[in-house]
């Protein structure tokens, strides 16, 4: 047991022995949190005698959970049973798979994944005569997944409340939910519905599943959604042993649910609750951790604590301004060279990391003159991502007429010329000896040929053979991508990550003939490209420069850091710049915050200038880096003070447009200036608005969080008068539900604490009082989410 306390400073080792009641740690970058967690974990084994099958630990991913389950077994040995180290996704499956059939549903039930929810959509855009240019599957996947965040498409599988509707994407949706039920089949966003709605509607189970759970840990509490949190709530009611661990600072996944506020109002929900601040940071150098506090502490949602290191101070931080992105690629490639001569390092060491994929496109092809090996991690080289050698294509067929290029490309997009048709046209180049697209070319009127498609396909690239004279490359693309449907194509894919690399190729293409004082023709750029597109630079070793978004880093370290793209427009992104949002700024700065904190010995800052493709303006750094005293780093490159005063006159211009505030919380009662009151049912934080239900018209309406004609009605939760009885039929649903589950829990639970657990003085009964009342505004909590 001693040896579980070893190696620990003070607060790891509160954290480590804290074992009863609700606890939040709070645990900054570097600070050992999964040591201490693991260690946590062993301790309760091993100092308390718990059953590891009487312990939940919960984190985000699956990576995690095996790291954690690895480094657990060291501890207490490999006999123990540590499936329950899992992700929220993987204890749903655990329940359910234990207590679906309470709920009329079978216990061999199958779990879809993406690719299987995209197989049932084709099903059913077949069965429907429809097309992705109707609905992309994107959009009517967002759909059904906003869709499950509601409780009532549970009663049309569960209950089968079939009612008829007009609108196609709910058409789409219903046929959705009916395959999935003819399967016995539940995607991601079921299993934590079901779940949550089997303990709802059985107390026996909840009970039971709250009795086997004596302590539950959750690791990286700040990316849990509000409905996840509420499960591990309805869990840890019953012993009351809550351990939350996580940094809000490193909140980066909003966008898919993540509640920072979780784990920063922790101590508000649980007024009992113990926090304990690990700010000692054993990764990064004091400059490096300097320019972080210095970056985030201007948000406003977190909880303050001083990162703090005992490591040698180190070099400085170092910002790199280039003329342009190819100066930009160029300077990291020469000072990844420096680093490896003069620092005794391997490419291993050194890490790229960039806010978009596109991103990536100057530094690998720097990377690749330079002869330097690099790996995409997480994702797909540049040259090597579908819609760049769609387009390479293109221009490659209309000037050499290759068969690679042809058959990549003869039927995308889709025109209808398939297996059978390419077999023809096959035949017939091996009978001529000719290639592919010549045999199409010279045999369009042969029977088997002879279709639309091919035709237009052939036109298509033949005009473009006689005209490539008069256009410039960059225009050439643009002219090609819109006439060959590419565009359409991509746009209607709902894809834009693809949509913003063919503007980064177009922006390189720019660049090129800008250069040069002679225009460079398509033969040239196909010659200059072939280098970046030929895979001879690959070999078997695993020495390599690691190239990922922010977003794949967080989780992992570095010795040495680039952050690349650090511009106005990528980050923070132009989404969240045109949207105005204080947060959505504030997650673009905690994403700076967790590029920095990835580094150990050294951090650059690169950006350039130019175009920017998604702001329409010139390109200049990042508000971010305004927000860094000059102190914290040192300059490299020629930053004028034209570009620092337009840059700072720009930015000026956007913060005097107030960022939109949320003022509302689900469940207040509102008055708007024409409707009168209403109740907010949701938030929609991404679109910046709140669904409001007004009585007077007896509607909900979408206002947005800057309309001014709105204000909460104090001290009132809900409407009064005779209004209050005017509740929609899900209110009334709900309503009834809560009560009837109240009085069930009211009979059951709470009768099981007073024989159990029989207070002993007042103050347990005034406890009991307070646990009662927080037991309520949990139910309370989850009607609203679910309503």
Known sequence: MENLKENLNDQQLEAVTETEGYVRVIAGAGSGKTKALTQRYAYIVDALGINTSNILCVTFTNKAAQEMRKRVKKLVGTNSDLSYITTYHGFCVRVLREDINKIAYPKNFIIMDVEDQKTVLRQVYAERGLTSKVFTFKQVLRYISKQKSTQEY???????????????????????????????????????????????????????????????????????????????????????????????????????????????????????????????????????????????????????????????????????????????????????????????????????????????????????????????????????????????????????????????????????????????????????????????????????????????????????????????????????????????????????????????????????????????????????????????????????IKLMTIHTSKGLEFPFVFLCGFTEGILPSAMAIKERRAKAIEEERRLTYVAITRAEKAFYMTESEGYNFSLGTSKYPSRFLFEISDNYYVSKGELSQEIIKAAKAQLKSDTTQQLIQKKFEVGDIVHHQIWKEGKVIAVNDVKGEYQIEFLEIGKTKPITYEFKGLTKVEGSSEPTGDDKNKKTDLEEDWTALIEEKDRKRGSQLLKNDEEEQPPANKNEKGNSKQSKEKDNNLWSRLKDLWS
């Open 154 to 544: 549970l009663r049309y599988i569960l209950e089968s409340k079939k009612q008829e509707t007009d609108n196609e994407i709910e058409k789409i949706f219903r046929r959705y939910l009916e395959k999935q039920q003819r399967n016995f089949a539940l995607d991601f966003d079921d299993l934590l519905n079901f779940t949550l709605y089997l303990f709802i509607n059985n107390p026996d189970v909840l009970e039971k599943w709250q009795k086997r759970l004596h302590y539950i840990q959750v690791d990286e509490t700040q990316d849990s959604s509000q409905k996840q949190f509420m499960l591990i709530e309805l869990l840890s009611q019953y012993h009351k042993n809550l351990f939350v661990v996580g940094d809000p600072d490193q909140t980066i996944y909003e966008w898919r649910g993540a509640k920072p506020e979780i784990l920063v109002d922790f101590d508000k929900q649980f007024p009992e609750s113990k926090t304990i601040i690990m700010n000692q940071n054993y990764r990064s150098t004091p400059n490096i951790l300097s320019l972080g506090n210095h970056i985030i502490k201007n948000n406003k949602i977190r909880v303050d604590k001083d990162m703090f290191t005992e490591n040698p101070k180190g070099v400085d931080v170092v910002h790199f301004h280039a003329q342009n992105d190819y100066e930009e690629g160029l300077w990291v490639a020469n000072e990844i060279k420096r680093l490896l001569s003069e620092e005794n390092c391997t490419y291993s060491d050194v890490a790229i990391l960039y806010r978009a994929n596109h991103i990536s496109r100057s530094i690998e092809q720097s990377l690749i003159r330079e002869n330097i090996p690099y790996s995409v991690f997480g994702g797909i080289r540049f040259f090597e991502r579908k819609e760049i050698k769609d387009v390479l294509a293109y221009l490659r067929l209309i000037q050499f007429e290759d068969d690679f290029s042809f058959l990549r490309i003869v039927n995308t997009p889709s025109r209808g010329l398939g297996k059978k048709f390419l077999e023809s046209v096959a035949k017939i180049a091996d009978q001529q000896n000719t290639s592919l697209y010549t045999a199409l070319k010279d045999n369009l009127k042969h029977r088997e040929l002879s279709r639309k498609g091919a035709i237009e396909f052939v036109q298509l690239i033949e005009k473009y053979k006689k005209e490539k004279i008069d256009f410039i490359v960059s225009d050439l693309v643009k002219a090609v991508m819109d006439e060959s449907g590419l565009t359409s194509y991509y746009r209607t894919d709902g894809d834009t990550d693809r949509l913003d690399n063919i503007k980064e190729l177009q922006n390189s293409i720019i660049l090129l003939e800008t250069q040069d004082e002679a225009p460079i023709d398509l033969m040239e750029y196909l010659q200059e490209i072939a280098l970046y597109t030929d895979m001879d630079i690959e070999d078997d070793s695993n020495d390599r």
